[in-house]
């Protein structure tokens, strides 16, 4: 199983990136996948998740109206567009997947059965 991020990297407050996740190794239409992230010092916390299947999507309040998620199944990718960023996104995102079949849309670590290598998001003031 890999799940392989990329698209990080360092911008200014307002400014946009769009990370990556190209998955490989499972059954990919049977996983929500999405996005983590952990500043330094602090918990990692969900960000986004979409049901590769359905469609379902998931933001957290933080991110709601300045970031979309989506998934190209036949490329079996998800992407993170972000836009509109502040300087408190910055932090490692960590692409993630896990069965849809009894997930809970919490989007809490626990739950999580894969884990990318991670990415890095600096955003300056």
């Known amino acids: 199983v890999q799940l392989v991020e990329s698209g990080g990297g360092l911008v200014q407050a307002g400014e946009s990136l769009r990370l990556s996740c190209a998955a490989s190794g499972f059954i990919y239409d049977s996983y929500t996948i999405g996005w983590f992230r952990q500043a330094p010092g602090a918990e990692r916390e969900g960000v986004s998740c979409?049901?590769?299947?359905?469609?379902?999507?998931y933001y957290a309040d933080s991110v709601k109206g300045r970031f979309a998620i989506s998934s190209d199944n036949a490329k079996k990718t998800v992407y993170l567009q972000m836009n509109s960023l502040k300087p408190e996104d910055t932090g490692v995102y960590y692409c993630?997947?896990?069965?849809?079949?009894?997930?809970?849309?919490?989007?809490?670590?626990?739950?999580?059965?894969?884990w990318g290598q991670g990415t890095q998001v600096t955003v300056s003031s």
């Open positions: 993630a997947a896990v069965l849809t079949a009894g997930f809970s849309w919490r989007l809490l670590p626990s739950e999580i059965d894969y």
């Open positions: 979409i049901s590769t299947r359905a469609g379902s999507i």
